[in-house]
């Protein structure tokens, strides 16, 4: 099990650091006073830790579902009903979320209470000795801020730019430009403060790398947020990680257990991750759950389930039960389009191609993974007298998607065909070690290969080349270190997205891809809305009403 911080502590510190406040004539008993704790590097984390923890609850689901979600990356449609959800998936496929979607007021909630627990965790430390110790620490802190606030300019526009606990009060939205020039001149302050160690001590948490890789990303969206290009200081950003020689581009042979169950400190592309453990309970971090198909629980053992000693060598699924067979099956309603898919299928020898779960499927050994319904189950619409007689089947995953049942209620329909359509990804590979839908799998937010596609993509739009290096030289790297094909001899605005999509898929990065590559309002998948203001959500009913300064964004 990968070390995961446990921040249980952290209710007691402050309570003894605020204790005085309700007996202020009465001397404290402990010798943990504001003024003295925290002082080791542990100490400092105990009370840091629940910032890391916001975080965490936070970016694998909700975050997902928000940045990908509304892209032709991820679809998730209705079966029969299921997952219907009143139309939330279906409004961010669709492109017509309002201020009341539950997915647009869960990332504004999460991302401004992150931003107001880390300014409470400022509060609380202010009076802690001073020192090295607590430099970094505070840093660490301002770092997240820095995120969170990131967050909120890209997915919404602006917000009010609260830096103080306790809160001034209701406070107007800062514009997008405001947000931008606080992160901006926030990441270079406290870069020298932050660690350039890159080990299991530093894992998880920010260091200077962390800093210059967020810099990076707002540089080279820089245009779309503010208006004004910043190519070449996104490519100085990318060469202080770069020219630090303390990460390398993962080979071809191992790119894929990058993100298993097992990852974590010693994978040398991740400049920051978040730890995930199916032991902590808000980890929320479940792909398998929502990415297997229904019927491929055993074979992944998604949650507890095993295929047993049952005969020849494995079961067909549904049609036995004992000897060891536990039949867990994932919820399995998320998918990609097949135009999505089609990125991966220009080079069949290309590794990332391996992450897609479609077709034929077989068992580890190559036999054919039969599936046990009936003919009705199999397809609803079958109109023999025999609907109830058995059927057994190859499970097939088709990479096309039709709503078969209610097109009106983005519905499928609830049999087996329905439940087999779309293309699965299975980058953040099932836990077969846990025992809840909850996995191990650690999640990078900044990633290498990251760095060299986004310099990559600054030099390619005009910023200036340096260290020898070219667009086409950047993304041969990273191709090299994927596919046994021959490297580029070209290389366009349109190849490199495309290399995006292959190399950052499920990685919250593609809403930003499609925006600055002019992509969000083209018609895909289910999709025929073309509003441009949709490129940043609504501020949700939620915000508005206990806020009466904030203003709403165009077109909501």
Not at 37 to 65: A, C, E, K, M, N
Not at 173 to 202: C, G, Q, W, Y
Not at 263 to 291: Q, V
């Amino acid at each position: 099990m990968k070390k995961i911080l446990i921040y249980s502590i952290f209710s007691s510190i402050v309570l003894l650091l605020f204790w005085s406040c309700h007996k202020i004539d009465v001397k404290p008993k402990s010798l943990y006073t504001e003024d003295v704790f925290p002082q080791t590097v542990d100490q400092f984390q105990s009370v840091i830790g629940p910032v890391y923890t916001s975080l965490r609850g936070h970016y694998g689901l909700t975050y997902f579902f928000i940045t990908e979600a509304t892209t032709d990356e991820a679809i998730l449609p209705a079966y029969g009903g299921n997952w219907f959800d009143g139309g939330s998936y279906e409004n961010m496929h669709r492109h017509t979320w309002t201020k009341d979607h539950n997915w647009v007021g869960s990332s504004w909630a999460d991302a401004t209470g992150l931003v107001g627990l880390c300014n409470q965790t400022m509060y609380i430390l202010r009076n802690a000795p001073e020192g090295d110790v607590k430099n970094a620490s505070l840093a660490e802190v301002r770092a997240i801020r820095a995120y969170a606030f990131w967050e909120l300019m890209d997915l919404f526009g602006g917000a009010p730019l609260d830096t103080l606990y306790p809160s001034p009060g209701l406070q107007a939205k800062a514009s997008r430009t405001e947000l931008f020039n606080f992160i901006e001149s926030e990441l270079k302050a406290i870069t020298p403060f932050l660690k350039t160690t890159v080990d299991a001590s530093t894992y998880g948490k920010p260091t200077q790398y962390f800093a210059y890789s967020l810099l990076a990303k707002m540089y080279l969206n820089a245009e779309v947020y503010t208006g004004a290009k910043k190519l070449n200081e996104c490519i100085n950003a990318c060469d202080m990680v770069i020219n630090s020689g303390k990460f390398a581009i993962e080979p071809r042979n191992t790119y894929l257990q990058m993100f298993y169950p097992n990852n974590g400190p010693a994978m040398k592309e991740f400049i920051f991750a978040i730890p995930f453990d199916p032991a902590t309970p808000d980890g929320y971090f479940f792909p398998a759950r929502y990415d297997l198909n229904r019927n491929l629980g055993m074979k992944y053992r998604y949650s507890g389930a095993t295929p047993g000693n049952n005969t020849n060598p494995y079961p067909v699924v549904n049609l036995t039960t004992g000897n060891g067979l536990v039949n867990t099956k994932p919820s399995g309603p998320r998918a990609t389009l097949s135009s999505y898919l089609n990125y991966f299928l220009e080079d069949a020898n290309d590794i990332r191609l391996k992450q897609w779960l479609y077709g034929l499927q077989t068992w580890d050994n190559g036999s054919p993974l039969m599936v046990k319904t009936t003919k009705k189950g199999y397809d609803q619409f079958y109109a023999g007298a025999d609907g109830t007689a058995e059927y057994i089947y190859q499970l097939n995953i088709d990479t096309s998607i039709k709503l078969r049942q209610n097109v009106t209620l983005f519905d499928c329909g609830n049999d087996e065909i329905a439940w087999n359509q779309g293309a699965r990804n299975i980058k953040f590979f099932p836990d077969a070690g846990s025992i809840t839908r909850n996995q191990n799998n650690d999640v990078p937010v900044f990633r290498y290969s990251d760095i060299i596609l986004m310099k990559a993509e600054a030099i390619l739009r005009g910023g200036t080349a340096t260290g020898g290096q070219t667009a086409l030289s950047l993304v041969n790297q990273i191709r090299a270190n994927r596919s046994t094909s021959a490297a580029w001899t070209s290389i366009d605005l349109e190849q490199l997205y495309k290399e995006r999509c292959r190399e950052m898929v499920w990685e919250c990065q593609h809403r930003t891809d499609m925006i600055r590559f002019g992509k969000f309002e083209n018609i895909y998948g289910f999709k025929t809305n073309t509003d441009t203001y949709r490129r940043i959500f609504p501020i949700p009913t939620s915000a508005l009403n206990t806020n009466n300064k904030l203003e709403q964004n165009p077109g909501y």
